[in-house]
């Protein structure tokens, strides 16, 4: 049997470094965790047992034989393979600098491993101005569900949060301006807050669904429900998107013509339409709470001719709002699981 050298450190940066010395949230262990029970399922397959494992086995064609199974065994998308990359990155960086020379290989191996570029040739689909304009009168505030429906689609917009930061969003994280404008404190991705400001329009219909709620005074409170939870999930947020876009198509079956619309096309949307409105990239980017103007860019190539055009402004446009890391699927635990340490679990 090997050394513990390896298996040591491993188990020491995810349970010790990581969320003391670098204060990395749980979310984010989790995903460099499930890198590395992938990791020791392919090294599982080729007949090696975690305990076996040492630095000098992670070289150059290894590691890329393990990028190309997850690509080609599990299905996983390039953005996948490049976020569990970058996990074996960060590991190689801190474990040569605890023990170069035992580290050396696999440090070696990392860094002459490229990040795929052009990553996913998926659609990334957002919404034109008339299908915004449909998709947002489509839910009836008259009924509880239809406010909280009409709220939330016309708030996803106008403040272009992700759909985890909409279900964390409370009453205390909302100030009610002046100007009659709300400034928003959203709760970003890595525990990274942001405070943005959306319009007027917005502003009003979340004011009087707070007041109808009746939940004004109460700053824990969630803003959006499920039907029988306090806090709407990402699912829920999912299946509301899935049946006003099923109703829009069906009605309006010119338009729409993407496969489909997830949440974060609404996110998608207000990039794209604040790019169209003139708004420039490093605004946008701090709006969305981008970790990399990179992240942005990705949005001021979909459109290229609506760009051109310049539409005048955003204030006027598109409610006025303005400036006050990808997750990759998660890991699924099946029966092979019997050879994974426990600290991976």
Not at 203 to 211: C, E, M
Request: include cysteine.
């Amino acid at each position: 049997m090997a050394d513990n050298t390896f298996m040591d450190s491993l188990q020491y940066w995810l349970d010790e470094y990581l969320p003391t010395a670098e204060g990395k949230k749980p979310n984010t262990i989790k995903s460099y965790k499930d890198t590395w029970r992938l990791l020791t399922r392919y090294m599982l397959e080729q007949g090696i047992e975690f305990a076996d494992i040492t630095y000098e086995m992670l070289d150059y064609d290894r590691i890329m034989d393990f990028l190309k199974w997850l690509e080609n065994e599990r299905g996983c998308k390039v953005s996948t393979r490049n976020n569990r990359l970058s996990a074996l990155s960060k590991f190689a960086k801190y474990s040569q600098n605890c023990d170069f020379n035992s580290a050396y290989v696999f440090a070696k191996a990392i860094l002459k491993i490229p990040f795929k570029k052009g990553i996913d040739s998926v659609e990334r689909a957002f919404f034109t101005q008339e299908e915004v304009k449909i998709l947002l009168d489509l839910p009836t505030p008259r009924s509880c569900m239809g406010a909280r429906d009409h709220t939330l689609l016309q708030f996803m917009y106008a403040s272009g949060e992700r759909a985890d930061e909409v279900c964390q969003t409370t009453v205390a994280d909302i100030r009610f301006l002046s100007d009659n404008k709300a400034s928003i404190l959203v709760h970003g991705k890595g525990g990274k807050v942001r405070r943005i400001k959306i319009s007027e329009k917005p502003t009003s219909t979340l004011k009087k669904y707070i007041h109808r709620r009746g939940i004004a005074n109460n700053p824990s409170a969630f803003i959006f429900p499920s039907q029988r939870n306090e806090k709407m999930s990402v699912k829920c947020i999912e299946e509301i998107f899935e049946k006003y876009v099923r109703i829009a198509k069906e009605n309006n079956p010119s338009l729409f013509q993407a496969k489909s619309y997830p949440p974060h096309s609404m996110r998608h949307t207000t990039a794209v339409h604040m790019l169209e409105a003139g708004v420039p990239l490093i605004v946008i980017k701090q709006f969305l709470g981008h970790a990399n103007l990179e992240t942005t860019e990705i949005y001021a190539k979909l459109t290229p001719e609506a760009m051109a055009k310049r539409i005048v402004n955003w204030d006027k446009e598109y409610w006025n709002s303005y400036m006050d890391e990808p997750v990759p699927e998660s890991y699924e635990k099946d029966e092979n699981d019997s050879g994974i340490p426990d600290f991976l679990k």
